[in-house]
């Protein structure tokens, strides 16, 4: 009986096949660009806006 095949796991912003030393990503420029995306607020986790003039002690 033959294994299956492991699947090849891909670059979440190219598609890409990975390289193991930039990994999950392909290349420098993959990583730096998924970087830019969380410095720049480019990816956002649902939820309730934040109010900065809300509540001083941070309750909810």
Known sequence: M?????????????????????????????????LVNWLEEGYTLPGPAHDPEGDPDGAI
């Open 2 to 34: 033959t294994m299956p095949a492991t699947p090849i796991r891909r670059c979440p912003i190219c598609r890409k096949p990975r390289v193991a030393e930039h990994a999950p990503f392909c290349s420098t420029r993959c990583r730096d660009r998924d």
